[in-house]
């Protein structure tokens, strides 16, 4: 039975493998070459693989070392979170945050779930709604934080990520080919007359209201279906959907920046935590745009 792994030999394994050199590893972790040389044979011996290829120029990853790569770094984080965790202080009160119900089930839920995990004295109240009205929440003191889309040039607030909003149709119901053209649009909102129903009289296309939906799963329920085509954030599209493009004679409809916005009534050391889990609960999304 071999020993088991040591947490320092992956962080060293790490840095060796960003790095390709065990000079360069040494500078970076603080150590002398031969100890990083030592520590990368312990690992070795200890997995009893070849994890790098020493060559004239540095060294490369074997396809063992590359293996290993993910599992390090998962393993890695997970300490480090762990010991995050541990050593932050506890917090408690109240944080209210309205967020859209496009990312009720996709990015959010993961940032709020950890949130809950870690800091589990505090009372996180979510309000799934409309931009305009998790605004006017915000506003009137009834939320701390706000996540909602932003069209204007002006943007108050960080901006997250962005997610243009698109039109969307089945992959089996080519409805998009139909004249006039059967959308599925919110009952009662304006970006909807502004936006999106505006955008199809800029392209000259006929169209009629074919379902008219509360929520967002409402639309989605529809273009699944073949009912309707509508407008979807990017990152929306749910399967046995596809965006509809230039090619297809249908742009973009908006450019939505998806913005954090805070309460100006008041702040804690909760509200600017759960503001940084969202913030890097949308860094993947940021990083595609």
């Known amino acids: 039975m071999r020993e088991p792994i040591e947490s320092d030999l992956l962080r060293t394994f790490l840095v060796v493998a960003e790095t390709s050199n065990f000079s360069a590893a040494a ?3 603080g150590r002398t070459q031969s100890a990083i040389s030592t520590q990368i044979k312990r690992l070795e011996e200890t997995i009893g693989e070849t994890l790098f290829e020493r060559g004239a120029r540095g060294v490369l990853l074997t396809r063992q070392g590359i293996q290993l790569v993910p599992y390090a770094r998962r ?3 997970l300490l480090s979170e762990a010991a995050a965790t541990i050593r932050s202080k506890p917090l408690d009160g109240p944080v209210r945050i309205g967020i859209p119900e496009e990312y009720s089930q996709t990015v959010l839920p993961a940032a709020l779930a950890a949130f809950a995990v870690r ?8 309000s799934c709604d ?10 009137r003191d009834e939320l701390d934080l706000a996540v909602v889309f932003d069209w ?33 649009i919110y ?10 129903l505006r955008s199809l009289e800029q392209l ?20 699944t279906a073949g009912l309707a085509v509508t407008t979807l954030s990017r990152s929306n599209i749910p399967p046995g959907c596809r965006e509809l493009t ?23 050391e909760a509200v600017r935590e759960l503001a940084e889990m969202v913030r890097d609960a949308f860094q993947p999304m940021s990083a595609m745009t």
């Open 27 to 29: 500078q970076r972790i």
């Open 75 to 77: 393993i890695i984080d």
């Open 119 to 126: 800091h589990p004295a505090v009372e996180v109240t979510v």
């Open 130 to 139: 409309y931009t305009v009205r998790n605004i006017a929440a915000l506003e």
């Open 152 to 184: 204007s040039d002006q943007t108050k607030g960080e901006v997250l990520c962005i997610d243009p909003t698109v039109w969307v149709t089945s992959v089996v119901h080519r409805l998009h080919d139909i004249d006039p053209l059967p959308i599925a």
């Open 187 to 196: 009952r009662n909102s304006t970006w909807s007359r502004d936006f999106a």
């Open 204 to 223: 000259g296309r006929n169209y009629r209201i074919a379902f008219i939906a509360d929520t967002g799963s409402g639309l989605k329920n529809a273009v």
């Open 246 to 268: 230039a090619d297809d004679g249908f742009p973009p409809v908006d450019s939505s920046k998806v913005v954090l916005r805070r309460s100006t009534f008041r702040s804690s």
